[in-house]
DNA sequence: AGACGTACCTGACCGC
DNA sequence: TGCGGTCAGGTACGTC
């Protein structure tokens, strides 16, 4: 249905468009896409399009394959498929992943797979940071995207006593540090400026300045910042797909990011933006030591 | 070897 | 109204 494609332009020009697909954005795609397990590929589509890495295989191989699981790791989705290949999936900055009723092609969508029951697994992606690629799943551990990933956020390996040890061998700033995917996986701009408001550490910090007492807390921010961020994004595509029209809604929650010259809403002072290895980083020197 | 800077890319936004 | 410039940021890679 046209309608189908015009929703899909909405939710894209709606606020939504300012959340950037972090880790919490693609748990929240890989729970939506859950029911496709079970599903079988029958077409294939293709852009002519460069993405940011060129697929290891032959896309056509997907025909026939059915989903057997979906998972995530750090910001990489990863689909099974019941003969031994394996689809990884990145949003780079722009990506979306959407199920559709019916397939047609807009501006941007570079990849889609028709499944049995003639629903459509489509990827857009307008910036092409993003990328599909097909491996045999017994080369996932090798592929050069996944093999030097840190700890999840969420997991117990991301702990104190590794991440201190980690961090006392830097050289660098702590914001700079934790999104630096050695260190841990999946804490973009956003959640690197939240996490550290959270826990009242200023950007400037020198990773090896921190206090154990810091560090902890740090850690705790982190956890609770993209907790709270995947229980507050867990709308947005499950809900698309049923046309219901809730989006992610985290971004109500930001503290510091994208919010230079507001008040702290701690004690009213100014947020500071200054810029870190490239990027803005925002916080408030009365909150943030 | 580690730290830093840059390229990749399009759309939104701003000032003239 | 349009047009050019700037900014946004995840990741790999080049450079020092």
Redesign the pocket.
Known sequence: MKQNAIIRRAF??SKF??H???LPEVETIRRGLKNIVGRKIVKIFRSE??L?LEPSLDFQALKGAKISEIFRR???LIINLSNDLSLII?L???GRITLEQEFKQL??DHFACEFNDETWLVFND????GFVDLVKTKDLSRH??LT?LGPEPLEKEFNFSDFFKKLR?????IK?AI?D?HMV??V??????ESLFDSGISPLRK?DSLTKNEIEKLIFSIKKIIKAAIKSGGSSISDYVDSHGNFGRFQDDFKV??R?GGKCLQCKNLIQ?I??????SFFCNQCQK
């Open positions: 894209w020009k468009l300012s950037m697909p972090e399009k460069k940011r750090a910001r990489y990145h780079g900055m722009s501006k941007h307008p910036r092409r940071f050069k995207m030097k061998s830097k050289k660098t700033n700079t999104m995917n996986v999946g973009g701009n956003i959640y690197a400026n990773t990011y994208g230079p933006r810029v870190q290895s490239g990027r803005a």
